[in-house]
């Protein structure tokens, strides 16, 4: 027994980021107030504003799959990210995670890696929708590349969210990432087209990341507004880093 208890435990480092990716996922899955309107909501809005309400009209259904799937994984990665993080540093929690022998990242990484692996279940719940209930005819690359859209999409929304969540108080960060997120989804076209809305939110909507990755959605189902994509993908990647670098200066500082 002796000899059993003195042999070297090998611990790999990925096996430790997949086990902080894995126990972030179970925690969140098991909280419904996080769980439960991350996925759900978005299907219900479609299920009755491009299902019930659009019955029988192709291309409401297919821009707004694509649409309600932008604003799903906008959702995963700011609650995700912004209530939870501004929780847990209010908590101490991640002076905590700083004092754990794990790889370094690996508190932000799992992070990610639950936003997107809720962003493909949101994603995939929509498209099961839409294919079975409203009849949406995709190609199977464009089913799959609109799923690969969805969840490298939630990245943006995920780096908006951990700037936010080191802004805000965790008491504060729900109604300060609604404020965001809803206002934000709406003025991007996401749950109407732009051209129901009044001109000068059309004419603004490019300020905003939810508009750019909405537009990669649509162009994946052929609805875009004929934008460049390379200027949307360019713009998205470009609030990843920016804000992601913001937000890592401020935890840096804050302990």
């Given at each position: 027994m002796r000899a059993i208890a003195e042999q070297p435990i090998h611990h790999s480092t990925l096996r430790s980021y997949m086990l902080e990716a894995k126990y972030?996922?179970?925690?969140?899955?098991?909280?419904?107030?996080?769980?439960?309107?991350?996925?759900?909501?978005?299907?219900?809005?479609?299920?009755?504003?491009g299902i019930v309400l659009n019955s029988g009209n192709e291309g409401a259904t297919r821009y707004l799959l694509a649409s309600y799937g932008a604003f799903g994984v906008m959702g995963a990665g700011l609650f995700g990210f912004g209530v939870t993080v501004a929780i847990e540093r209010e908590r101490g929690f991640l002076t905590l995670k700083r004092a754990?022998?794990?790889?370094?990242?690996?508190?932000?990484?799992?992070?990610?890696?639950?936003?997107?692996?809720?962003?493909?279940?949101?994603?995939?719940?929509?498209?099961?929708?839409?294919?079975?209930?409203?009849?949406v005819s995709l190609q199977p690359g464009q089913w799959a590349l609109l799923l690969l859209v969805d969840v490298l999409g939630a990245l943006p929304f995920c780096a908006l969210g951990l700037f936010i969540g080191t802004l805000v108080r965790g008491s504060a960060a729900p109604a300060v990432v609604n404020l965001v997120f809803l206002p934000m989804a709406f003025m991007s076209g996401l749950w109407l087209p732009l051209a129901m809305l009044p001109d000068v939110l059309a004419r603004i909507a490019p300020v905003w990341p939810a508009y750019h990755l909405g537009q990669v959605a649509l162009t994946v189902?052929?609805?875009?507004?004929?934008?460049?994509?390379?200027?949307?993908?360019?713009?998205?990647s470009a609030v990843t880093v920016v804000l992601f670098l913001l937000a890592r200066a401020r935890l840096a500082r804050q302990g």
């Amino acid at each position: 027994m002796r000899a059993i208890a003195e042999q070297p435990i090998h611990h790999s480092t990925l096996r430790s980021y997949m086990l902080e990716a894995k126990y972030e996922f179970l925690h969140l899955l098991r909280t419904p107030i996080f769980a439960l309107p991350t996925i759900l909501f978005p299907a219900l809005f479609y299920l009755l504003f491009g299902i019930v309400l659009n019955s029988g009209n192709e291309g409401a259904t297919r821009y707004l799959l694509a649409s309600y799937g932008a604003f799903g994984v906008m959702g995963a990665g700011l609650f995700g990210f912004g209530v939870t993080v501004a929780i847990e540093r209010e908590r101490g929690f991640l002076t905590l995670k700083r004092a754990l022998p794990m790889p370094p990242g690996a508190y932000l990484l799992a992070k990610m890696a639950m936003a997107m692996l809720f962003s493909a279940i949101i994603s995939l719940l929509l498209g099961a929708l839409g294919f079975f209930l409203a009849g949406v005819s995709l190609q199977p690359g464009q089913w799959a590349l609109l799923l690969l859209v969805d969840v490298l999409g939630a990245l943006p929304f995920c780096a908006l969210g951990l700037f936010i969540g080191t802004l805000v108080r965790g008491s504060a960060a729900p109604a300060v990432v609604n404020l965001v997120f809803l206002p934000m989804a709406f003025m991007s076209g996401l749950w109407l087209p732009l051209a129901m809305l009044p001109d000068v939110l059309a004419r603004i909507a490019p300020v905003w990341p939810a508009y750019h990755l909405g537009q990669v959605a649509l162009t994946v189902v052929g609805m875009d507004d004929g934008t460049p994509l390379a200027l949307h993908l360019g713009v998205l990647s470009a609030v990843t880093v920016v804000l992601f670098l913001l937000a890592r200066a401020r935890l840096a500082r804050q302990g």
